[in-house]
């Protein structure tokens, strides 16, 4: 992760098997200081399939692709990227918190292993100043995520523990 005076900008490499085939993602995340995210670029290579995406947002949820507006995501101003827990301390570090007080959010939801991008909704809420309740909207998933005093990802239930 590095941070300017501007901006946070966060790239990273997941490599894993999915139906006994290996994938690869590449991804950039740039966000403003307010963690508002502004900009993502995805490389996926699943098995010998390669595909690459970027959007463009003015961190308020307008997003576009090549210039071109991408109104379905009007009110994202977060994504998350399936795959990687990091892209849920982008809401935990851009929200404004009250313990046990529940927000709800519309976020540009990229599953990489289905090769689907939409809006989805989301709630987070903070339980203490270490763990925070997410659920999809409607609740067909939740878990207990716990962060780092920088608010970053360091135990997602089942899926993911940072080790150092």
């Known amino acids: 992760m590095t941070h300017s005076d501007e901006s946070i900008e966060v790239n990273s490499v997941i490599v894993g098997a999915h139906d006994e085939k290996i994938y690869r993602v ?5 966000t403003n200081r307010k963690w508002e995210c502004i900009f993502f670029e995805v490389t996926t290579q699943l098995s010998d399939k390669k595909e690459a995406i970027n959007y463009h947002s003015d961190g308020k949820g307008n997003w ?10 009007k009110g994202c101003i977060d994504i ?24 709800q959010i519309k976020v540009l939801f990229l599953d ?4 689907k ?9 903070k339980l203490s100043q ?5 659920e999809n ?3 067909d998933f939740e878990a207990i995520i716990t962060v780092d005093e ?10 993911f523990v940072r080790t150092r």
């Open 26 to 30: 590449d991804y950039s995340i740039k």
């Open 64 to 73: 576009t692709k090549n210039g071109v507006p991408l109104n379905e995501f």
């Open 80 to 103: 998350d990227i399936s795959l990687t827990p990091f892209t849920n301390s982008l809401p935990i570090n851009r929200l404004q918190w009250e313990l046990n007080k529940p927000q």
């Open 112 to 115: 990489i292993l289905s090769q």
């Open 117 to 125: 991008i939409m809006p989805v909704q989301q709630r987070y809420t």
């Open 130 to 134: 270490t763990k925070y309740k997410f």
């Open 137 to 139: 909207v409607p609740n």
């Open 150 to 159: 920088s608010g970053m990802v360091v135990n997602y239930p089942k899926l």
